[in-house]
């Protein structure tokens, strides 16, 4: 097995892991409706969402987007920025995990997509955190994977040396950019293979 010195980790799906159906169900959509809303948020014509993981606007001006978009969801969609806190779900074993490779010798980043205040709120109590050496975020540069500038980022802040680490994403697309930037990356698909992954990490 080849040994590696840093171990990055994407956020969501990864460390935490997201309920965003389940937070709109909750707030009184049907599934359908969920689905519907989801999609308008996520995979907007004028790419919205990104923009609000790059910084580049406000919550106030990334609402307006959407309001122009979707009036009659504005309500919804404007709760769900809002309310951040109730869309991730805890990881307990896999931060558990995290920190046996800390304790192992390894050095630990974050390298992820995401707007500043939902970072926040999805990273002030989790665990892991006291264990990461450090984090390169989108909205920190305004830049956002799968962009080699991101991962270009992380490695200039910290001094990381591509070949001497690993990256664990949920998405193909930004573990293929850090393929490319000739870091070996890993989809994380499920939980259970994640943490028998890890465990091998660790106990190398």
Not at 3 to 10: E, G, L, S, V
Not at 121 to 137: I, L
Request: aromatic share 14%; charged share 30%.
């Amino acid at each position: 097995m080849k040994k590696y010195r840093n171990i990055i980790f994407d956020l969501g799906d990864v460390l935490l892991l997201y309920r965003w159906r389940a937070m709109l169900t909750d707030y009184g959509l049907s599934l359908d409706q969920a689905e519907r809303v989801g999609h308008e948020m996520f995979d907007s014509p004028q790419g919205i969402w990104h923009k609000f993981d790059l910084g580049i606007e406000t919550d106030e001006e990334i609402i307006a987007d959407f309001e122009k978009l979707y009036p009659s969801d504005i309500k919804v969609i404007r709760w769900f920025i809002e309310h951040g806190e109730f869309m991730h779900v805890p990881r307990p074993k896999i931060w558990d995990m995290v920190h046996r490779l800390k304790l192992a010798g390894y050095n630990l980043y974050l390298l992820s997509n995401y707007p500043e205040g939902l970072f926040k709120k999805h990273t002030q109590y989790s665990d892991f955190m006291d264990d990461m050496d450090g984090a390169m975020v989108s909205y920190m540069i305004h830049k956002a994977k799968p962009d080699r500038d991101i991962y270009a980022a992380l490695c200039e802040k910290y001094s990381l040396d591509p070949k001497e680490s690993i990256f664990f994403d949920d998405r193909s697309e930004n573990v293929e950019g850090a393929r490319a930037f000739g870091m070996d990356s890993e989809l994380v698909t499920d939980q259970t293979s994640f943490l028998i992954r890890l465990n091998e990490l660790a106990s190398a």
